[in-house]
């Protein structure tokens, strides 16, 4: 008994000692400075990728942005531009392979090699099964998986020859737990989470730490963006109301201040808020149970519609109970990440 009480102590000191030296090999780690960086960030218009944007830019980095609207570029691009910060914005469909390469190509011929690429390009369709068309999940996967993957590919060989280079793929709670009504979202999310790892493996050995996201319930603004379908107006009520829940949802602010953190330190993954990590955990012990439960509260959720399957964005879904004080959040961060324009 002595013996095995002494091996204990053994096997739990040296656990204790390859512990201890990989938090000092992650806090070297987290040397890594943004200042001077050349940045691309996708989606990087409004919302998160906005947000992202100005934290890069406050810390010295040279920051791209890309999205498909010129007008929203634009004022992004003034915006953070204000102080003297070298940014350029450039509209492009991220979903076009060569028109991700040409863009690379452009970034780095204007502001230099590219250190940091975050892919965090969205969209996002809520709506019941039955009015959910293939064409939602070619969307969702050309947007989530072979954009990020378009991005990846075109910088990986500048970073492979310099040793270096930090990727960060923004994926979703959906990427770990499948939320009803959100079924092309969470199967694409999914997919990047795979494919995120993935490169994570076989990258590290070169220099090149890829860090996958996985945020719950974010107040960005940007649900007025999303695509809607079935019932419209009570599925965009359900969508725009959990997103201003406070609590329950996390500020875009510290959001992106958690991601560069995690990018820094070269973190494999970070999940974002205190709810979505204990969902996570839970569906990853007891994916059944998990999933169970979710149904219930699909039940709960607005019913499919006989002309559903027409798609409609939140801002043509308001009523009454969106425009509410139940989202003043919603409202606030709208104003504030560049989520609204003249016509929308």
Not at 34 to 55: H, K, P, Y
Not at 329 to 343: D, G, W
Request: aromatic fraction near 6%.
């Amino acid at each position: 008994m002595k013996r095995e009480n002494q091996n204990n102590w053994l096997v739990a000191a040296a656990a204790a000692a390859v512990f201890a030296a990989a938090t000092v090999w992650r806090n070297r780690r987290g040397a890594y400075d943004l200042e001077g960086r050349v940045v691309l960030i996708t989606g990087g218009s409004r919302g998160l990728g906005l947000v992202l944007a100005r934290q890069a830019v406050a810390e010295g980095a040279k920051v791209a942005i890309c999205a498909r609207d010129a007008e929203e570029l634009e004022r992004a691009r003034q915006e953070l531009a204000a102080d003297g910060a070298q940014v350029i914005a450039l509209p492009r469909d991220l979903t076009d392979a060569d028109a991700v390469r040409t863009l690379v190509e452009e970034v780095q011929q204007q502001l230099g090699p590219i250190d940091v690429l975050v892919n965090n390009a969205g969209i996002i369709t809520a709506g019941p099964l039955d009015n959910t068309e293939l064409r939602d999940y070619q969307d969702s996967m050309d947007t989530h998986f072979w954009a990020p993957l378009h991005a990846m590919q075109a910088v990986l060989p500048a970073m492979r020859r310099r040793g270096e280079g930090r990727i960060v793929n923004i994926a979703s709670l959906g990427g770990k737990v499948a939320i009803p009504h959100l079924a092309p979202y969470s199967a694409s999310k999914f997919a990047l989470v795979g494919l995120s790892e993935g490169f994570r493996a076989e990258l590290s050995q070169h220099g090149i730490m890829v860090t996958t996201v996985c945020p719950g319930l974010l107040r960005t603004g940007s649900a007025r963006h999303a695509i809607v379908k079935g019932q419209h107006k009570k599925e965009y009520s359900w969508f725009t109301i959990a997103d201003s829940m406070p609590f329950w949802t996390l500020s875009a602010e510290t959001a992106a201040r958690q991601i560069w953190n995690a990018c820094r330190r070269g973190d494999g993954e970070i999940i974002l808020s205190v709810p979505a990590k204990v969902l996570a955990a839970f569906h990853g012990l007891m994916p059944g149970a998990a999933t169970d439960i979710l149904g219930w509260v699909n039940r709960s959720l607005p019913g499919p519609s006989e002309r559903g399957n027409e798609r409609r964005h939140g801002y043509e879904s308001e009523t009454p109970l969106t425009q509410s004080w139940l989202t003043t959040l919603t409202r606030k961060a709208e104003k504030q990440n560049n989520e609204l324009s003249s016509n929308r």
